[in-house]
């Protein structure tokens, strides 16, 4: 059979998928999976069952898991039309196809050893690879060991994934096609109301072929808490070093030393629900004194059962002046895509309001219909994208601008979760370029959607 015939058969079955069968309710992040309940053999119902909790050389216990995601993505005028000159087509579509398969061993004493493997690649977009999270044929995406330190105290050392919060500094990056992954130690500490981690560790850099993945130069330490008081409502204090000379700030790079400290206050579910978020950068850039600021919040208030009225947004300011001795860029780190995959857009020197309608059953669905209005804080700065690279202004573009619009942005998400094995989710956006994009290079506006579907297991 031909190779188109095999990709088109393999949309085929995605699809349908979709259509019909749904998802589990398995940890996000799969070292964190629990299935201790089903150490009782017959408590094993379903066929994957008997991949969980193992016995194995006399009280240890295995695991095996996975999952495979199938997502077609179609664009009109990528990056608002502003691509790099060896781009084939501005508007491409592309199916980004990703399987995952870990084990997990239990040992006696509370140690554990965990690893996952990583299949990702792309098909049919005939443009150059836009960024490391592409395509990564075959990697070791995860491999550490957990170590009891004391009875609420762990160690976790070697290869591993970061997400906290609402991952707005440190995330997994879902989305994408590749997740990316940290080598690093963590310390866990969980008691009572109370759970911290504790981190230090490098930046993978990954690569699009076979086991070609390296440590980066960076180096990202920090700690993270988590108290939850009253029955329903939780604080989060955080700090995080970033040392790198990966990023550009005003066409500068160099070495880059910051402190972000921070807060998260947030709610669990109810017919009111809040999250916001506040923090401050400082450190060092190059000789620039970094003092930066975020501010985030997302408020919802339930209209009718399930039926929720919602307001977020931000105010993250961005740079002051060019001759000031400082650097006011706020670095959003490791974040997910803040405003998904319609637009690469990130937050740092933005204003953005976002009113939203979300339909959400804590059961089958949750669908949110949403309208984020995205501005310009400072003059002096552009807009980034969601792994800090400039989006604009270009070096070859005109880089003055007194426009302050950036684009309005429709989104539909759908997310189905009808079963315990599969989901399904539909994506459509419309992004409409501002002035500041048309004034600084290419202004086009942006047509998105996307169909994915997941099996886990």
């Not at 017959?42 to 216990?61: M, N, P, Y």
């Not at 699009?208 to 920090?222: C, K, T």
């Not at 950068?281 to 059962?305: E, P, R, Y």
Request: glycine residues 8%; charged residues 20%.
């Amino acid at each position: 059979m031909s190779f188109d015939f095999l990709q088109n058969l393999r949309l085929l079955l995605f699809l349908l998928l979709s259509f019909s069968l749904s998802a589990q309710q398995i940890a996000r992040m799969r070292a964190e999976d629990d299935f201790s309940a089903l150490r009782n053999d017959s408590l094993k119902k379903e066929a994957t069952d008997h991949l969980k909790e193992i016995r194995v050389l006399g009280s240890a216990r295995l695991s095996f898991g996975g999952e495979w995601r199938e997502q077609y993505q179609s664009y009109t005028h990528f990056n608002f039309g502003e691509v790099p000159a060896d781009f084939v087509t501005v508007s491409p579509h592309q199916l980004m196809h990703r399987i995952l398969l870990h084990a997990n061993l239990e040992l006696p004493h509370r140690v554990r050893l965990f690893a996952q493997l990583n299949n990702t690649a792309r098909f049919w977009n005939p443009n150059p690879f836009n960024g490391m999270l592409d395509e990564n044929l075959l990697s070791l995406h995860q491999a550490f060991i957990e170590i009891p330190l004391a009875d609420n105290l762990k160690i976790r050392a070697g290869k591993q994934e970061f997400a906290y919060g609402s991952e707005r500094l440190i995330a997994s990056k879902e989305g994408p096609n590749t997740r990316i992954t940290f080598y690093g130690a963590t310390l866990k500490y969980k008691k009572n109301n109370w759970q911290w981690d504790a981190l230090i560790s490098n930046p993978i850099k990954m690569n699009p072929g076979v086991f070609d993945d390296v440590r980066s130069s960076e180096i990202l330490g920090g700690f993270y808490g988590n108290y939850k008081f009253k029955k329903r409502h939780f604080i989060e204090p955080y700090y995080f070093y970033l040392e790198s000379e990966q990023r550009e700030y005003l066409f500068k790079t160099g070495l880059e030393k910051r402190h972000t400290l921070g807060i998260r206050a947030y709610s669990g579910p109810g017919n009111v629900n809040y999250d916001f978020e506040l923090a401050h950068q400082s450190g060092d850039f190059k000789g620039l004194a970094i003092d930066a600021f975020m501010g985030v919040w997302d408020v919802n208030v339930a209209v009718k059962k399930a039926l929720f009225l919602g307001f977020s947004g931000n105010i993250v300011p961005g740079d002051r002046s060019n001759g000031d001795g400082q650097l006011n860029t706020f670095n959003t780190l490791f974040a997910r895509p803040p405003f998904g995959q319609t637009v690469g857009l990130n937050i740092t020197n933005t204003v953005n309001i976002s009113p939203y309608f979300r339909y959400q059953d804590y059961k089958k669905w949750m669908v949110t219909a949403r309208a984020s209005f995205v501005n310009r804080e400072s003059l002096a700065e552009g807009v980034y994208t969601p792994n800090m690279s400039p989006l604009r202004p270009l070096k070859t573009k005109n880089q003055i601008s007194a426009a302050t619009g950036v684009c309005d942005i429709y989104a539909l998400d759908a997310q189905y979760f009808p079963t315990k094995h599969f989901s399904f989710q539909l994506e459509i956006g419309y992004c409409a370029a501002g002035d500041y994009l048309k004034e600084t290079g290419i202004g086009q506006n942006v047509h998105y959607y996307a169909l994915r579907n997941v099996y886990r297991f």
